[in-house]
């Protein structure tokens, strides 16, 4: 339920900000851009957040600057210890996930996240789009900046390109992950009644926005 990747994140913590910042050649592409997809998502929401899988308060603090109040959940212990080193003493981050969190008393207006949706199968993904319909009013935000792919012949020509690049671990992720593609995505959202429009920012990452109609 969005939590058999936590041992993996316990362990990214140490040397997350790094991976970002593209100093990792198999990701580099992946984070091409990073810091103007943050800003883009952080842009997009309106305040009160949610924000899930903070992981080292990159996002969150970008939110904090664009003057959001943010309702902090990540999963990994690890990861929270980290972001709380950058973050003000204010923001308190909570042990929760996608689909299983504390829910803010106060009416939530933006749901956003980076990198991590995929860690949810496409039944999960429904499941918490669903949850997200009932908590957000008309008008209310899903921005979620995630690895989505055009079409299943766009994943797989991109996996057979990570192994031709010998870029394994890339290509290991890709292969065990939950990543998913445009059309299943936009079916998800339509369903829970969002109107959703994507924006590419590299060759795996866009930010989608989801407004409740």
Request: proline share 2%; net charge negative; charged share 25%.
């Amino acid at each position: 339920m969005g939590r058999e990747f936590v041992d993996l994140f316990n362990d990214w913590a140490n040397y997350y900000d790094a991976t970002v910042s593209g100093k990792d050649l198999e990701y580099a592409e992946v984070f091409r851009g990073y810091e103007d997809i943050l800003k883009d998502v952080a842009m997009k929401a309106t305040s009160p957040v949610i924000e899930f899988g903070v992981g080292t308060g990159n996002l969150t603090n970008e939110l904090l600057k664009q003057g959001h109040k943010v309702y902090a959940v990540e999963p990994s212990k690890t990861m929270r210890e980290k972001a709380a080193e950058k973050l003000p003493e204010t923001v308190v981050i909570q042990d929760g996930d996608f689909l299983s969190f504390p829910e803010p008393t106060e009416q939530i207006q933006s749901i956003v996240s980076t990198y991590a949706f995929h860690h949810l199968t496409d039944s999960e993904k429904k499941e918490a789009v669903e949850h997200y319909g009932k908590l957000l009013v008309k008008g209310g935000k899903i921005v979620f900046a995630d690895t989505v792919f055009e079409n299943k012949d766009s994943y797989e020509a991109t996996i057979k390109q990570a192994e031709n690049h010998t870029f394994l671990n890339l290509a290991n992720d890709l292969k065990t992950e939950y990543y998913t593609t445009i059309d299943v995505l936009t079916t998800i959202f339509e369903k829970q009644g969002f109107k959703v429009e994507y924006n590419r920012f590299n060759h795996f990452v866009w930010v989608m926005e989801a407004v409740k109609q």
